[in-house]
């Protein structure tokens, strides 16, 4: 299995809703991120763990909260979000969060995620 | 402050011809530099990298120029094919707090290969 698989693939949610944003892979990989896309930009890193630890946060507000129930599952819980939350929310995976570099990361094929 | 960049929003090129996306960077820290591709609706997909200590690097149709001195890498495809259009992204790689790796895109350039 060389896949990142996120679900669902696309949410509405209302800005007192909350929701969560699952991400699997079975390849080994000990480094899982989430990225944050908005149209013609790049993306944009907000959280890494690092086996099953968070090791980075990039300042992101406190209605994003990331959680890494084990080595193969990631999640991102939604609460309180604005209308400029809305974005494709991309996750991936390393071998390792040191290891990023050569190989690159794996990537699935994100949540597009709109707040009303 | 955009520390990789990517100055051609997009790029339109025949097949069969050879396409050139361009990349600069500001930090001289990068260690390992990548293309990503990427279609609508789907998550990148990782193409090509380079270490910081090389210049050239070959993958099939795919070779990546590093000019350290200037800054700068490039992406050459050839010969383009149709299926090739997509937006790419140049990335690079710092390290962060010395045990951890992060990517840093640059804002992509929408590559079309016309027939």
């Known amino acids: 299995d060389t896949e990142v698989t996120q679900t669902p693939k696309h949410l509405v949610m209302g800005m007192t809703n909350k929701k969560s944003l699952k991400c699997e892979q079975h390849m080994g990989h000990r480094a899982m991120y989430w990225y944050k896309q908005k149209a013609k930009k790049p993306p944009e890193l907000m959280f890494v763990?690092?086996?099953?630890?968070?090791?980075i946060n990039e300042s992101v507000p406190s209605r994003f909260s990331p959680e890494c129930p084990n080595s193969s599952l990631l999640n991102l819980h939604l609460h309180a979000l604005q209308p400029e939350d809305s974005a494709l929310y991309l996750c991936?995976?390393?071998?390792?969060?040191?290891?990023?570099?050569?190989?690159?990361?794996?990537f699935g094929s994100g949540t597009r995620l709109t707040v009303v | 402050d955009q520390q990789v960049k990517q100055n051609s929003p997009s790029l339109s090129v025949q097949e069969g011809r050879i396409s050139i996306l361009n990349c600069d960077y500001t930090?001289?820290?990068?260690?390992?530099f990548l293309w990503y591709k990427k279609y609508p609706a789907e998550g990148p997909t990782f193409l090509i990298s380079i270490s910081s200590i090389k210049d050239k690097n070959e993958d099939g149709r795919f070779t990546v120029f590093l000019n350290k001195s200037a800054k700068h890498l490039s992406l050459h495809i050839v010969p383009s094919q149709p299926g090739d259009s997509a937006v790419y992204f140049c990335a690079a790689s710092a390290r962060y707090g010395g045990a951890t790796n992060k990517l840093i895109f640059g804002t992509g350039t929408l590559l079309a290969v016309q027939p």
């Open positions: 991936a995976s390393s071998q390792g969060s040191h290891m990023g570099g050569p190989y690159g990361y794996t």
């Open positions: 930090n001289s820290m990068f260690d390992y």
């Open positions: 763990y690092s086996y099953e630890k968070l090791s």
